[in-house]
């Protein structure tokens, strides 16, 4: 396993909850994404890090919000979860030097809003 | 945001077949790679590939970098049960963080 871990596997929850996914990696990479990923549109990136406290977002970023206060930690919140953003959602890390562009991504979060 | 065509969407091949499956862009990249997602899992890389017109093979995976760099194709020889699964294509630029997702091709086998 390439030391990347998502909490929790999945989870129910309601309309205007918050939510927070949490990613965890042991590979002390600077890059962190997440990603969700919904039948016909692919990996979309919500937003990703590049160092502690170092955030930007993505191409679906509206809703979301991160934070990164050590390096192997990413923290995903939903602050009012909506039924739009039921996704399975995609943690991936990447290392820096030779093979920088490759993502290693962790096994998913299945989140489900009612 | 921008998505790569990736084509076909769904492939139903007999065991044995042989698959190809292949990704544009309207806008040039300098790495290709191709990933495969089995069920209730993570992508996982399969091939990366760094040049223009360079064929990289994985076991009985083969990818090639199209010449222009807007596209990439992915060929599978001899499908085999455990090959079942999404196949995505991704490009990226050297300096930009972010890469870019083709919508991903489903391949079945069918018995």
């Known amino acids: 396993d390439a030391g990347i871990t998502q909490s929790p596997r999945h989870k129910v929850t309601e309309t205007g909850t918050p939510v927070t996914l949490r990613c965890h990696q042991t590979?002390?990479?600077?890059?962190m994404y997440w990603y969700r990923q919904d039948p016909g549109h692919g990996l979309r990136l919500i937003h990703y890090?590049?160092?502690?406290?170092?955030?930007d977002k993505g191409e679906v970023s509206d809703g979301y919000s991160v934070s990164r206060s050590k390096t192997e930690d990413f923290l995903l919140t939903l602050e009012s979860a909506t039924s739009s953003q039921t996704s399975v959602y995609f943690c991936?890390?990447?290392?820096?030097?030779?093979?920088?562009?490759?993502?290693?991504f962790g096994a998913g979060s299945r989140l489900t809003v009612l | 945001g921008q998505q790569l065509n990736q084509s076909p969407q769904s492939m139903f091949i007999q065991e044995g077949e042989d698959v190809s499956m292949n990704c544009t862009s309207s806008?040039?990249?300098?790495?290709w790679l191709w990933y495969k997602q089995d069920p209730g899992e993570g992508p996982v890389l399969l091939i990366a590939?760094?040049?223009?017109?360079e064929l990289t093979s994985n076991g009985r995976l083969t990818a090639q970098f199209g010449i222009t760099r807007k596209d990439s194709f992915l060929n599978i020889s001899a499908s085999i049960p455990s090959d079942v699964g999404i196949y995505f294509c991704?490009?990226?630029?050297?300096?930009?963080?972010?890469?870019?997702f083709g919508t991903g091709t489903r391949l079945t086998i069918i018995p």
């Open positions: 991936a890390i990447r290392a820096e030097g030779l093979g920088a562009n490759v993502l290693t």
């Open positions: 590979e002390n990479h600077r890059y």
């Open positions: 890090s590049y160092g502690v406290k170092d955030t």
């Open positions: 806008s040039i990249f300098n790495t």
């Open positions: 590939l760094y040049k223009a017109g």
């Open positions: 991704a490009g990226v630029n050297f300096g930009n963080e972010k890469l870019t």
